[in-house]
T-cell receptor
Framework: EAQVTQNPRYLITVTGKKLTVTCSQN?????MSWYRQDPGLGLRQIYY???????DKGDVPEGYKVSRKEKRNFPLILESPSPNQTSLYFC?????????????FGPGTRLTVT | GENVEQHPSTLSVQEGDSAVIKCTYS??????FPWYKQELGKRPQLIID?????GEKKDQRIAVTLNKTAKHFSLHITETQPEDSAVYFC??????????FGTGTSLTVIP
């Protein structure tokens, strides 16, 4: 079954404690991306990756890091989380080919930073 | 960077009526415009998309129109049903790289 998985699905942590949210896909998609969703602000792109070892900043990259060492995985790293990073996070993937730019979203990770 | 504005933020319609959601964008280089539907507690899912070389696209009760000159695009849902109730997001992108989303429209279809 084609799917995008995220772990953990829920996380409560404290300010400054490093954390990683994993994203994995089994669809052999080149493109992967991270978004945060906040009430009234819609979805905002944090980072995206067109392929292995290629990453680019989205609209709101401050406070986040990513890496793309393998095609199927695209972890999101918060080195020193702060309360303003409390949000719902979505990973998304796409074939990024000329035929389709459709993004498939993961189930989301709800992060609370106290 | 790109700026995508979406209106209205909330929309209520009677079942069977039509619903229209509008978005504007600022970067004339944007060439891909998807619409996503997000039901409560669920992930966003693509419902329709359009590229800049096309003015209109239709899929059953859903249609999208694009006016490149005016830099706006719209989602049209006809014969609305209660299961159409959700939050709808528009987005703009250049060749599917960086994406800019609107702030969403909460659609309620009243039975």
């Amino acid at each position: 079954e084609a799917q995008v998985t995220q772990n953990p699905r829920y996380l409560i942590t404290v300010t400054g404690k490093k954390l990683t949210v994993t994203c994995s896909q089994n669809m052999n998609h080149e493109y992967m991306s991270w978004y945060r969703q906040d009430p009234g602000l819609g979805l905002r792109q944090i980072y995206y990756s067109m392929n292995v070892e290629v990453t680019d900043k989205g609209d709101v990259p401050e406070g986040y890091k990513v890496s793309r060492k393998e095609k199927r995985n695209f972890p999101l790293i918060l080195e020193s989380p702060s309360p303003n990073q409390t949000s719902l996070y979505f990973c998304a993937t796409s074939t990024s080919g000329h035929s389709s730019y459709e993004q498939y979203f993961g189930p989301g990770t709800r992060l609370t930073v106290t | 960077g790109e700026n995508v504005e979406q209106h209205p933020s909330t929309l209520s319609v009677q079942e069977g009526d039509s619903a229209v959601i509008k978005c504007t964008y600022s970067d004339s280089a944007s060439n891909y415009f998807p619409w996503y539907k997000q039901e409560l507690g669920k992930r966003p899912q693509l419902i329709i998309d359009i590229r800049s070389n096309v003015g209109e696209k239709k899929d059953q009760r859903i249609a999208v129109t694009l006016n490149k000159t005016a830099k706006h695009f719209s989602l049209h849902i006809t014969e609305t049903q209660p299961e159409d109730s959700a939050v709808y997001f528009c987005a703009a992108s250049i060749y599917g790289n960086q994406f800019y989303f609107g702030t969403g429209t909460s659609l309620t279809v009243i039975p």
